[in-house]
């Protein structure tokens, strides 16, 4: 009689090449280092380059770059803000590279804001959270066009009226009062407390921009 016994040994899988994982890794820091080129050729060729500015081009690109990197491969809103702060700085470092922060200094604002407008998308559980977080996002929204505003107007792209920027204040004031309006409709005990402490503060912002845009300054 021949005994038979089972297989209990289970085959190894064979490991994957690292090259795969680290190709994204190798391309982000290529084209890091491409856009550093590209700004510094240009810079070279109109005759206005600071060699000194690559101390804070080259590095802040690369940390975009990684952070951008990581939010493809499950990084998260870490990653995200990462990748943002990165890309803030190596702007910084391109303008002074060219010596350009008294004209583009609007960006200073426009791009951070834009930062925070692109986290929308990263939605909390809890409604009140949620509608704090959608608030910050259409905030920072209005901040953006605010910013490329007071860049058209360095660059004479429009004759702005007097007191322009307090149409900004009425729009920020009625996004308060929407996310705040907006928590009515969720079962929660404090819905009503929460919703009258958001209108607050918008009605006000509200008012005293119609208030400088019909010129009552007191």
Aim: net charge positive.
């Amino acid at each position: 009689m021949t005994t038979t016994y089972p297989q209990t040994s289970t085959q190894t899988p064979a490991p994957r090449p690292a090259g795969g994982r680290a190709a994204p890794w190798l391309a982000g820091g290529g084209f890091a280092l491409l856009a550093c080129a590209l700004v510094s050729g240009v810079a070279q060729a109109a005759h206005d380059f600071r060699w000194w500015s690559l101390f804070v081009v080259i590095p802040t690109s690369l940390i975009s770059a990684a952070g951008f990197v990581y939010l493809r491969r499950g990084g998260g809103i870490l990653a995200y803000a990462l990748g943002n702060l990165g890309l803030i700085a190596f702007a910084v470092g391109v303008m002074l590279m060219f010596g350009d922060v008294p004209r583009f200094w609007p960006l200073l604002i426009s791009l951070p804001a834009a930062a925070i407008a692109g986290s929308y998308y990263w939605r909390a559980d809890d409604p009140l959270a949620r509608s704090f977080h959608r608030t910050l996002a259409m905030l920072a929204t209005i901040a953006v066009v605010l910013g490329l505003g007071f860049l058209g107007f360095r660059f004479h792209w429009f004759e702005p009226e007097p007191r322009w920027w307090a149409w900004f204040m009425v729009a920020a004031g009625v996004v308060v009062v929407g996310n705040g309006a907006e928590l009515v409709r969720h079962r929660m005990v404090y819905r009503v407390s929460a919703a009258a402490l958001a209108a607050g503060p918008g009605i006000i912002t509200i008012l005293l921009g119609v208030r400088f845009l019909r010129g009552w300054w007191f």
